[in-house]
């Protein structure tokens, strides 16, 4: 079946380090999307890509970065941790048609604690 | 900008109730409407989709309808479970992009 992967599941880093977080999906869509969920504001939208070599930023992309060279996946970088960086990412995927939006599917989701 | 409002913000009913949930959107310039459920410490999962040219979609005992001209969308679930306790969330869709409610905390009494 086709599924949607993170990696790694729960992160502990320090202040100031470089952190990758890996996201993979076997659904073999064009459109990859990062989100970040914290309390009191809901999930939000960090990067998305609508395919290969195309990157967007969205509503809170300062301090993120990703990269987009195949279809299966969009790691997300922080360059330079900070401590309001920790929270819960999602990596979500979608079918992609022009005038026409489809459902997304999420994985499971990145426990990132930055300290 | 797209603002997306659920209330309430948590909710609890007795099993076997009927209940409705609630969503409003401030641009009625969207392609679609998701309703998602979210288990604790767990990923989303996608209960519903509605296309803006939709009124209504059904899957078991959930039913969701859309009103655009109002911005607004319900989420009906039937003869409630302890197992439905989880948090649902909203997300209207522009283009491709998703803009999230803050989501409703629903428990489920036995």
């Known amino acids: 079946d086709a599924e949607i992967t993170q990696s790694p599941r729960h992160k502990i880093t320090e202040t100031g380090r470089q952190v990758t977080l890996a996201c993979h999906q076997t659904?073999?869509?064009?459109?990859m999307f990062w989100y970040r969920q914290d309390l009191g504001h809901g999930l939000r939208l960090i990067h998305y890509s609508y395919g290969v070599q195309d990157t967007n930023k969205g509503e809170v992309s300062d301090g993120y970065s990703v990269s987009r060279s195949n279809t299966e996946d969009l790691p997300l970088t922080l360059e330079s941790a900070a401590s309001s960086q920790t929270s819960v990412y999602f990596c979500a995927s979608s079918e992609s048609t022009s005038g026409r939006a489809y459902e997304q599917y999420f994985g499971p989701g990145t426990r990132l604690t930055v300290t | 900008k797209q603002e997306v409002t659920q209330i309430p913000a948590a909710l609890s009913v007795p099993e076997g109730e009927n209940l409705v949930l609630n969503c409003s959107f401030t641009d009625s310039a969207i392609y679609n409407l998701q309703w998602f459920r979210q288990d604790p410490g767990k990923g989303l999962t996608s209960l519903l989709l509605i296309q803006s040219s939709q009124r209504e979609q059904t899957s078991g005992r959930l039913n969701a309808s859309l009103d655009k001209s109002s911005g607004r969308s319900t989420l009906y679930i039937a003869a409630s479970q302890p197992g439905d306790s989880a948090t649902y969330l909203c997300a209207v869709g522009g283009s491709e992009k998703l803009v999230f409610g803050k989501g409703t905390k629903l428990t489920v009494n036995p």
């Open positions: 659904w073999n869509h064009n459109n």
